[in-house]
């Protein structure tokens, strides 16, 4: 079995280190996209069959795929391997373009909107625009599917939509949050493609990267009923805007739409939740017991500001020869100048209450923390390390330098793009 930590061997310099990156590599196996896509789908004769729900193929005249986000490559090719010439067309949006032999690779951009991101939706919403109830749509939605399935109300400019995201993110501004407001600027977000797909069969597969698995979430729910209003977003906007008045959130609100609320167009959709978090942190209990340590997991779902909630975690009292596990997505309140992502900054933070015995490990399940690394882990081998170089923690934190100092700490995590997204996954070990 490849590891998917790549450098795990490198960075496996002490039995404590070993172990963690054990746990860690094992969550990352059992959410592998072509692994969990293999258990839940079939093909007999005509019968599809996606978990517990079956299709007769034979009852539709065309079948359509749509994919976006970071497991949109491996979901399509899977799809084409078992469907073949049942495929009447297809659009694959991911970060990376690949060969398919039926359907259309669409390279996006990713965390931020962009032109190309546009002009790849306006082509999903120009072959879905006119389909039939005899047609089948299969849509597969993972994370990042929201900066790459992109379509501006009217009258807004990628440009100022980027400005909005990047104001959004630099203020800490939850997911779930963000989601809502994007929901309400957006023409095919917040169930707006099952609309636009309407009258035909939609049968969404989701893999979801956000705390508690909602799915109206994922990818900012463009299969699902949403439940907010547009009143919703105006609030948050508001709310993040209460100490400056001229603030590019301010601007947007007049911009906010009503998303669909219609229940005809979402009563022939099945959206299946194909993967969540929990598989993953699961595993990395059963190989942590394996290995020893009296194991528990904390939460799926936690989210929050990274250095607060790092702080916090690791303040509290855990027993010798433990193992802590976490699961969910935290922020980053952007101060500084610097590089690095919300689980490098995690892991940093954590140095403020690191024992000599303890070990604490934060990473992206996609393998990307807003760098070209999953991201990274602080043990007393570190700090020693640390204060022989003299280097202060606290000033690259202040800075939101993480990616710096790890990289000069050599503890940085590295997968490149796993291909999977199910959030985040954290770790606290004591010996």
């Not at 797909?197 to 299969?223: C, M, N, Q």
């Not at 939460?299 to 990274?306: L, N, R, V, W």
């Amino acid at each position: 079995m490849k590891s998917i930590i790549k450098n795990k061997d490198e960075l496996s310099t002490n039995s404590l280190r070993k172990n963690a990156l054990d746990i860690l590599e094992a969550g990352y196996q059992s959410v592998l996209t072509e692994n969990i896509l293999e258990k839940s789908f079939s093909l007999k004769g005509e019968v599809l069959k996606i978990k517990d729900k079956e299709y007769i193929l034979e009852d539709y005249k065309r079948i359509f795929v749509v994919a976006f986000g970071k497991c949109s490559n491996q979901s399509a090719l899977f799809i084409e391997n078992i469907l073949g010439d049942k495929i009447t067309d297809g659009i694959v949006l991911d970060l990376k373009l690949m060969e398919f032999k039926k359907l259309r690779s669409i390279q996006g951009t990713h965390p931020l909107p962009s032109n190309e991101n546009i002009e790849a939706t306006d082509l999903i919403k120009k072959m879905v625009g006119n389909l039939n109830e005899d047609d089948l749509v299969l849509v597969f939605v993972s994370g990042g599917g929201s900066a790459l399935l992109c379509s501006p109300v009217e009258g807004m400019e990628c440009s100022f939509l980027e400005k909005v995201n990047k104001a959004l993110m630099s203020k800490g501004v939850t997911i779930g949050e963000v989601n809502i407001v994007r929901k309400h600027l957006s023409g095919i977000k917040g169930g707006s493609l099952a609309k636009l797909i309407y009258p035909a069969k939609l049968v969404s597969v989701i893999f979801s990267d956000v705390p508690g698995d909602d799915i109206s979430v994922v990818a900012s729910g463009p299969t699902v009923r949403d439940l907010t209003t547009k009143q919703d977003a105006q609030l948050i906007l508001e709310a993040y805007s209460e100490e400056d008045s001229k603030s590019e959130l301010i601007e947007i609100i007049s911009f906010l739409i009503e998303t669909p609320k219609d229940e005809k167009y979402f009563e022939n959709v099945d959206n299946i939740l194909m993967v969540t978090n929990r598989i993953a942190l699961e595993t990395m209990e059963e190989k942590a017991k394996a290995l020893g340590y009296t194991t528990l997991i904390e939460s799926f779902d936690i989210e929050g500001e990274a250095r607060q909630l790092s702080t916090k975690l690791t303040s509290e009292e855990y027993s010798n020869n433990s193992c802590r596990i976490f699961g969910g997505e935290t922020t980053v309140k952007i101060i500084g100048k610097g590089k690095g992502g919300r689980n490098q900054e995690f892991a940093l933070a954590s140095l403020e209450n690191l024992s000599a015995d303890m070990l604490v490990l934060a990473a992206a399940s996609d393998g990307m923390d807003n760098s070209d690394v999953a991201g990274a882990f602080v043990d007393y081998e570190l700090f020693k390390k640390m204060q022989g170089e003299k280097l202060d923690w606290r000033e690259y934190l202040d800075n939101n330098n993480s990616y710096e100092f790890f990289e000069k700490m050599r503890t940085q995590i590295k997968t490149g793009k796993t291909g999977i997204n199910v959030a985040d996954f954290y770790l606290i070990l004591k010996e």
